[in-house]
């Protein structure tokens, strides 16, 4: 094992809750991003970006939270570049004990005719608004937004002045996932090589991964310079993602003898976290994604498994355990008490209070009722069912009878629960599944589009559970719902309602500046 104490530190810059929040249908609870930037704080991460606080009143009172309750990272709020979002961004993380502000504008031509700046007007903001933001916090963070598509000898001017101004890191976004990796590096060097000042700040690296290279693109840029990458839980964010954190901490962990960086992250909190993210944010991570995908570290094939079993380092660069991933496959059934529950979900980096632990054990009870053997993806399920959640939400599913088969139609016989009074109705459909939706917008008439509608079997064997994602989508608000059953149809009637629960939620809520969340 290489020892890295004398290496250089890279930096671990998370945006979960912030552009990983940004991803549509990602939104997360006030409760969630808490406990997640606890879990972020608890594994390492250098640097959190809490949230947006200018968006809405709910971001705001997200990043001022996360900064309270913070202990070792740095807390750190995003705000375009004007004061009013600044000195709203510095109300939020000034209860940090360490607190940043980044503030960011669009440099490149495509974005400097949106904000209608001439370039020399552009200079004349950054150095305001940086010089601002200074004079507030003693950290700040500068972004020119599409940096990569920026002209060179401009990018060098506006980095210059920002430096200037007081900012003590400059971040180079690939806001697109345009880049290359050699391009990524030589873009870094170039800064580094020709802004004066350079070498008295932190640079760093927000990639994209629009074209897949997000991760590639990061690492290039750390081996010209950059100590600061910026990145993502499961890679969530706009589009095709961000960064993927774990991808980037398990490279330079992994490969040290050729990357010699060091982070401050304790790798075996990946997969808990991993999981945390991918059941609030309702976004699933893919079978063979890297790191954390579930087909990640198993291994089909015979000469694989005969391989694997001989000695791990055959087919396995890494162990699971680096990762947090507990080989068990002690399965739970009825007779588990409360205990072991816990135990078990603390092990899949889950870590319940009291009540939570309660409401999770009677559903786990009803599970095993119905099943006899329960695996930790049943668990992982469990855990994401944001049907659950809803449990104070204005519709429940009370009764739900469907009768399909080869005859054409098919139907539901459905009661819903709206707002504390029982409600019935049969609907017909094509399928029993759409008999279904049919039923309950019979009972509760809406105008939200439904975008993704996802079925996925949590374990094998003809008992297991099926996980249902639903998407909808009401005047550009995304929302996601998710629920496991043993019954498809049961599932896809909770997942629906949950995802309208959301919904009505947002509407009361609403976001009083919407398009401040469009970076
Ligand atoms: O992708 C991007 O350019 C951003 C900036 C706000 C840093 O997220
Ligand atoms: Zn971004």
Redesign the pocket.
């Given at each position: 094992m290489t020892n890295t104490r004398d290496q250089d530190r890279v930096l671990i810059f998370d945006?979960t809750l912030?552009?990983g929040e940004?991803s549509p249908g990602a939104t997360m609870t006030h409760d969630e991003k808490l406990e997640i930037a606890e879990m972020l704080d608890d594994m390492g991460v250098d640097i959190i970006e809490a949230g947006f606080p200018i968006a809405s009143e709910g971001d705001f009172e997200a990043v001022r939270d996360i900064a309270r309750q913070s202990k070792t990272s740095v807390i750190c709020g995003?705000a375009r570049a004007n004061f009013k979002d600044i000195d709203r961004a510095w109300e939020a993380v000034q209860h940090a004990a360490r607190p940043r502000i980044?503030t960011?504008i669009?440099t490149s031509p495509l974005h400097r005719e949106i904000t209608k700046l001439t370039q020399d007007e552009m200079v004349e903001r950054i150095e305001a608004t940086v010089t601002h933001a200074r004079n507030l916090c003693d950290n700040v963070q500068w972004?020119p937004?599409?940096?990569t598509r920026t002209e060179h000898d401009y990018l060098c001017r506006v980095v210059e002045i920002a430096i200037k101004c007081g900012a003590t890191t400059i971040?180079i976004?690939?806001?697109?996932g345009y880049t290359a990796p050699r391009e990524s590096a030589d873009l870094i060097a170039m800064l580094l090589d020709r802004v004066p000042g350079a070498d008295e700040v932190v640079f760093a690296t927000?990639c994209?991964n629009d074209l897949g290279m997000a991760t590639a693109n990061a690492l290039a840029a750390v081996e010209a310079g950059a100590r600061q990458i910026?990145c993502t839980i499961n890679g969530l964010g706009?589009r095709a993602g961000?960064t993927a954190l774990e991808e980037v901490v398990m490279a330079l962990k992994v490969r040290n003898d050729i990357m010699p960086f060091a982070t401050g992250i304790d790798t075996t909190r990946i997969m808990g976290i991993s999981r945390k993210v991918a059941a609030v944010s309702g976004f699933a991570v893919q079978y063979n994604k890297a790191i954390v995908g579930k087909n990640a570290f198993a291994h089909e094939s015979g000469i694989h498994q005969d391989g694997v079993l001989k000695n791990a380092e055959t087919f396995e660069i890494m162990r699971p355990e680096d990762i947090g991933l507990t080989a068990t496959n002690l399965v739970m059934g009825k007779h588990s008490g409360r205990a072991a529950l816990r135990a078990k979900l603390k092990e899949l980096g889950f870590d319940l209070g009291d009540n939570q632990l309660n409401d999770v054990f009677v559903r786990f009870k009803a599970l095993a009722d119905r099943k006899k053997e329960i695996y930790d993806d049943d668990l992982i399920a469990l855990m994401r069912d944001s049907s659950a959640d809803e449990g104070h939400g204005r519709l429940q599913v009370k009764f739900l009878r469907v009768i399909c088969g080869t005859e054409a139609p098919q139907s539901a016989d459905l009661t819903l629960t709206i707002d504390g009074v029982d409600h019935q109705v049969t609907a017909q459909g094509d399928g029993p599944v759409d008999a279904t939706f049919n039923a309950v917008k019979a009972l509760f008439p809406h105008n939200a589009h439904l975008q993704l509608y996802q079925v996925h079997a949590v374990t094998g064997g003809t008992d297991a559970q099926a996980t249902v994602s639903v998407r909808m989508e009401e005047d550009g608000k995304i929302v996601t719902g998710q629920s496991s059953d043993t019954d498809t149809v049961v599932a896809s009637a909770k997942a629906y309602v949950a995802a309208l629960n959301r919904l009505l939620v947002r509407r009361e809520k609403g976001k009083p500046d919407d398009t401040a969340t469009a970076?």
């Open positions: 945006t912030r552009d940004q995003l980044h960011f669009g972004s937004m599409d940096a971040n976004p690939d806001t697109v927000h994209h910026e706009e961000n970076v």
